[in-house]
Structures are given as C-alpha cells and as structure tokens.
C-alpha cells in the first residue's frame, strides 16, 4: 500500500510522521525548505507536560537538554503579588523550547526511521485523489509526482493543501500583537515563568498593558509585551527602550547587563477550518486552526491532532476504509478547539477592556489574573486539554460503568502498570503503538511476581475476554488509578484517551466499547468525497 503523504516538515508534519513510523505505516514528507530551520531564540513553544512526553517519547531523547521546565509560576499587577505557582509531584511544569531545536530533535529522530522519506525542496502545486488514493505533484529543482494512500496537510496558516481543497478558513485576523525579544541576563526571579500586568514603570494609556518573561536554558529569556491596538510599527529604537525600562522596573531602578539575541512581533490570529476532511485528504496544526491569545498554545493543540489522527489513519491503513473512524478526527478535533476559541473569544473583551465599571469591581483583577493564569498554564476552559466526552466513537448504553476520576473521552493519567511481560512501566510509555489498552485495577499485585495472579481470580476471564476484541489490545494491571474501585477495568485508546470505565469483567460491554471507539465493523465505503460538514 502506498505512503501517507505529509505536506509540511514544521513540528506536527514530523510528529505525525514518526508516530505513523511507531505503528508501521510509511510516510513521505513534502519539505518546501532545505531540511534545517534557521536558529530562532525568540521562536519558541510552551507544551503542556503531556504534549512534551508524546515528543519525548517518539523522538526518543529529553526536551529538557534544549528547553526548560519553568521551577514555578507568579503574576503581578502593578507592584501587588497577585498569584504564585511552585511546580512539582502532581502540578508538572510545562517545557518551553525554542522551536528550532523542536524540531531539530524530530529532525534527528526521522533521519535515522526507514519508514519515513523527507523530500527537501519540495513545494505542493497539485493535489488528485480517487477512490484509492491521492496523487500529490511538488515543484522544485526536480518536478516530482507522489503516490499517497492519504495526504495530510500541516503546511501552516497559509496552508496550500488548505486552498487547493477549496477550504474556507474564516476567522479574526491581528486579535492580539506583541513585542518579542529573546535575552540573556538575570532577572529576580530565577527559572520562574511571570506574567507583568500593568507595571509601575508604565502607568496610563493602553500601551501600560502586560509583560511576560518566560525562561530558557542558559540563562536565556523570552520577553513579550502586549502592544496596544493598531498597526504601529515597532521600531528597533521602542524595542531597546521597552528592554531596557523593563529590566530596570523588575531590577529596582538599574538596567542589569543582558545580551540581545533575536527580537520579532508575534501576532495572534484565531481561525478555524470549515473542514479538517476531504476524502483521503486532511488538515492539522496551523492548516486547520489558529489560535494563541491569554497564553494558549496553537503547537500544543497541533501536535494533539497528530496524535489523535496517527492512530487512525494507521488503523486504516492496515485494515482497511474505516470511515466513521476517520471522521470522527474531525468531529473531536474541531469541536475541542472551536471550544477553546469561543471561550478566548468570549474573554479577550473583558481582560482586554479600559476604563468603566470593571475597573472598580471588587476582585475584578484577581478574577482576570485567574483567567490569564489558566490560559497560561494550561488549565480551565482556556488552556486545559479538551476531552473527546461527545464524540461519534463514545460507546453508548454501557451496563456496568464504574465511577472513575478521569471522565469518558478526557486524557487518563499516567500510573505505573504491569505489562504482559512482567516488567514495570507508565502507562503513557504503552501508547502510540495502534493497540487499544485494557487497564485491570487489581491492588496488591505489585508486591507479587506476574506468575502468581496471572492464573488467578479473574485475570484468565479478562484475558479471554481481551482476546476476543475486535482489534489487538494489551492487558496491564495497576495497583490504584485515581477514583477507581478494586477490579475496575478501564479500556483506553491508544491515544490516551480513556473510552470506558467497568465494574469488573463485562465481555459484552467491552467488545462492544472497542467496537465503537473502532467507528463500529469496518465498511469497504468509497473515499473519495467522503467528508464531515
């Protein structure tokens, strides 16, 4: 069967590339550069602590030698304390790398997979598909043709996948703009994230607004300041002096010695693809989505559609058309990012606003510096990870769900198992590899060798019932996962996301939660115009 074509070599093409590799299914990436991304310190990502172990775990080295996982969190306004966060044990820091050296790492990890072919200098011009496959032409030193079993566009905003599919991209343009510089100095507050509204050193007119510093490794940092509304432009002349007042402010009156390494603007635009689908065609990251206002992250959510579509285009690529299972990639999706939009959306007027009442609310500020803090961090309505609990592939009419802390259809987390070996491992560390997981809560068994309960109690019937699913699945046994009962069995996607919850060994209602997550019996559908609207 021919290779998935992948159209962009940013981070999600790459991560969608080695995660199709980890379940057997070759791939071609479309580079349009030459293969090396220009050194960039004030480029750079926040990825949630999950995010940054899916990287991890398909790139195979640590983030954290090139990025660095923030020591603790704290908001000021004016000269007030409003908020401080110390990261650690069950509040993981997020990474913040630049994204040279992300995919510099992606970079390293693909050259050295046999299943994945990067074709640098190659720019899409045209796209065909039919019922069996999609035929993608690249221009460049070399006009190329390329057969493809599907085509996967994460080619950017301006993504020509995107354009060449006649998908509309509607949304606000400019919804915020800052001031970027990338530095090396010391500042107070070492190895900790802060967020600046309203500093002393700025006190009227909507150019007070915020600063945010946010630290790299070697003493680097990334300093943004929100500019106010227009197109004013930013000179070298207003960005040495925003440096220098602002290194003085938090220093007490003294401009320390800093290095400048690399100064841009970054704008922050939010729109939505009408459609993420188009037969064997599909759009993910920046192709599909834009958002980044209040802290949020456009790459966090980016490398989730990887993961989220690697698992079942691979499913479909060795079993055949699943197609309610394709589709549900853009009903999960979409919905969760059209979610964390709207709620930005719905905010930004409030947080950004000046003057009236809001302004002598009592709390007012400790309420906006909460909202500001969550989009930061990646928690609440505006950063927090979206959960899949309406999706098409949610098993229905379960008889015996058990109460567990992690919803249907949220990310579970991440506790120590038993694998079919014996060995021990995270729970995380069994993902990625296209096999469902089944997951028996059995206490006590990890003082014990595997051989002594493996024939034991309930573990033959559950190891039938595994065997008999419809799709391979791995039997793993915990000691406790967060609100589950003694011999609760939760099934999980490879994705992470969790389908079900049961009381118990119930071989019908698992088959039919595996059935459902799998998008029902597959079906020989034509492909080809195959879309959700």
């Known amino acids: 069967m021919d290779p998935v074509i992948i159209v962009g070599a940013g981070p999600v093409g790459l991560t969608l590339a080695l995660a199709l590799a980890r379940q057997e299914v070759p791939s071609v990436v479309l580079d349009e550069g030459p293969g090396k991304d220009e050194s960039r310190p004030a480029r750079t990502v926040v990825l949630r602590e999950d995010t940054a172990a899916l990287v991890e775990r398909l790139a195979g080295v640590p983030l954290a030698r090139d990025g660095a996982h923030w020591a603790g969190w704290r908001s000021m306004r004016r000269k007030q304390v409003m908020r401080e966060v110390s990261f650690g044990g069950d509040d993981p820091a997020p990474l913040h790398i630049a994204q040279h050296a992300l995919t510099g790492?992606?970079?390293?990890a693909l050259a050295a997979e046999p299943l994945v072919e990067v074709a640098v200098d190659s720019r899409l011009d045209a796209v065909e598909q039919e019922r069996s496959g999609v035929t993608a032409h690249t221009r460049g030193p070399k006009g190329t043709w390329w057969r493809g079993s599907y085509l996967v566009g994460c080619d950017g905003p301006r993504s020509t996948v995107r354009k060449l599919q006649d998908i509309r991209f509607p949304g606000r343009t400019a919804v915020e703009r800052h001031a970027v510089a990338a530095l090396r100095t010391e500042l107070?507050?070492?190895?900790e994230a802060l967020l600046h509204r309203m500093p002393?050193?700025?006190?009227?007119?909507?150019?007070a607004g915020e600063v945010t510093a946010r630290p790299l490794?070697?003493?680097?940092?990334?300093?943004?300041?929100?500019?106010?509304?227009g197109k004013d432009l930013v000179t070298p002349e207003l960005l040495l002096a925003r440096i220098r007042e602002t290194l003085a402010g938090w220093s007490g009156g003294t401009?320390?010695?800093?290095e400048l390494l690399d100064t841009g603007v970054h704008t922050v635009h939010h729109r939505l693809a009408r459609r993420w689908r188009v037969g064997r065609v599909f759009l993910a990251g920046d192709a599909a989505h834009l958002l980044g206002a209040l802290g949020t992250q456009g790459l966090d959510e980016g490398l989730r559609d990887a993961d989220n579509l690697a698992w079942k285009l691979a499913l479909a690529w060795h079993h055949g058309p699943h197609e309610a299972l394709l589709d549900s990639y853009q009903a999960e999706r979409r919905g969760v990012v059209a979610g964390r939009l709207r709620a930005a959306d719905q905010v930004l007027p409030l947080l950004r606003a000046g003057g009236g009442l809001r302004v002598y609310m009592p709390g007012s500020a400790r309420g906006h510096d909460a909202l500001l803090t969550d989009g930061h961090l990646g928690r609440g309505a505006l950063g927090a990870p979206g959960a899949y609990a309406t999706s098409p592939l949610a098993p229905r009419h379960l008889e015996e769900e058990a109460p567990v802390d992690t919803a249907p259809g949220a990310a579970v987390t991440d506790v120590r198992v038993t694998a079919e070996d014996g060995s021990f491992v995270q729970l995380r560390d069994r993902l990625g590899r296209g096999a469902l997981l089944v997951v028996l809560i059995a206490p006590g068994t990890g003082v014990w060798a595997r051989k002594h309960w493996v024939t034991a109690g309930i573990m033959p019937r559950l190891a039938a019932a595994v065997a008999?699913?419809?799709?391979?699945?791995?039997?793993?046994?915990?000691e406790s996962y967060p609100g589950a009962a003694a011999h609760t069995v939760l099934l999980v996607r490879p994705d992470g996301h969790l389908v079900a919850?049961?009381?118990?060994?119930?071989?019908?209602?698992?088959?039919?939660?595996?059935?459902?997550?799998l998008g029902g019996p597959a079906k020989a559908e034509a492909t080809v115009g195959s879309t959700s609207k």
Request: glycine residues 4%; aromatic residues 10%.
């Open 105 to 108: 790492a992606l970079r390293a």
């Open 468 to 478: 008999a699913l419809p799709h391979p699945a791995e039997l793993l046994v915990a």
């Open 255 to 258: 401009t320390p010695p800093y």
């Open 188 to 191: 107070p507050w070492p190895d």
């Open 200 to 207: 002393p050193w700025r006190t009227s007119g909507p150019s």
């Open 217 to 229: 490794p070697d003493g680097v940092w990334r300093l943004d300041w929100l500019l106010p509304p």
């Open 501 to 517: 919850a049961l009381s118990g060994v119930r071989p019908a209602d698992l088959y039919a939660a595996a059935e459902a997550t």
